[in-house]
């Protein structure tokens, strides 16, 4: 099983409709992020968590919000997709100590029509 | 506003050559940098972190950091078809707390 788990992995949407992205991980990382990806833009920063209690935004949080629900658990919702929203997103996590390096999930691309 | 920039490519290299990777930042604060690759459609991978000036070495690829220059790249030896897929340089910024990514770079390894 992977390390970081999204859900789902695809999913076209309408204008206006709300979606829920969910991530799971078994790393027993304190810290986990939500990054969008558009084609030549890198990953930019959406919100980011550093414990259940921490919630802080990121570069791009406008039209976002999140839930971390357990330490293993941080959802990103979109209250009222639109189509620029269109992109793969990624969820990661990172230790507060030792190599502090980001594991990825394997995506979930969005299309919102 | 804390900015990693790369050349978008992409960058072309016949199998056999050295593919070398080039990414400036912003932040002088820095301390750690990341080199990951990203094929089409799936997640980044880590392949290289360095948090010192100079070179670190891992098989056929070397990282180069100098923080005064604040300039980061990263060597590939002995280029590979497989190793075709996009760099992502990436810093550390606010003390450790986040990380920004450059835009990448698509590298194309010719059989």
């Known amino acids: 099983d992977a390390d970081v788990t999204q859900t789902p992995r695809n999913r076209i949407t309408k204008t206006g409709k709300r979606i829920m992205l969910e991530c799971s991980q078994t790393?027993?990382?304190?810290?986990m992020y939500w990054y969008r990806q558009d084609p030549g833009l890198g990953l930019r920063l959406i919100y980011y968590?550093?414990?259940?209690?921490?919630?802080n935004k990121g570069e791009i949080s406008d039209g976002y919000s999140v839930s971390r629900q357990a330490q293993a658990k941080f959802s990103l919702s979109l209250e009222s997709a639109i189509p620029n929203q269109t992109a793969l997103y990624f969820c990661?996590?990172?230790?507060?100590?030792?190599?502090?390096?980001?594991?990825f999930g394997a995506g979930s691309r969005l299309t919102v029509l | 506003q804390k900015e990693v920039e790369q050349n978008s490519g992409p960058l072309s290299v016949p199998e056999g050559a050295i593919a070398s990777l080039n990414c400036t930042y912003s932040?002088?604060?820095?301390?750690?940098f990341f080199w990951y690759r990203q094929y089409s459609g799936k997640s980044p991978e880590l392949i290289m972190s360095?948090?010192?000036?100079g070179d670190k070495e891992d098989g056929r690829f070397t990282a180069q950091l100098n923080k005064a220059s604040q300039y980061v790249s990263l060597l590939i030896r002995d280029s590979q078809p497989s190793d075709s897929a996009t760099y992502l340089c990436?810093?550390?910024?606010?003390?450790?707390?986040?990380?920004?990514f450059g835009p990448g770079t698509r590298l194309s390894v010719l059989p």
């Open positions: 990661a996590t990172s230790a507060v100590s030792g190599a502090n390096v980001l594991t």
């Open positions: 790393k027993g990382h304190d810290r």
């Open positions: 968590s550093f414990d259940v209690k921490d919630i």
């Open positions: 932040d002088r604060g820095s301390q750690s």
């Open positions: 360095i948090y010192s000036n």
């Open positions: 990436a810093v550390n910024v606010n003390y450790g707390q986040n990380f920004v």
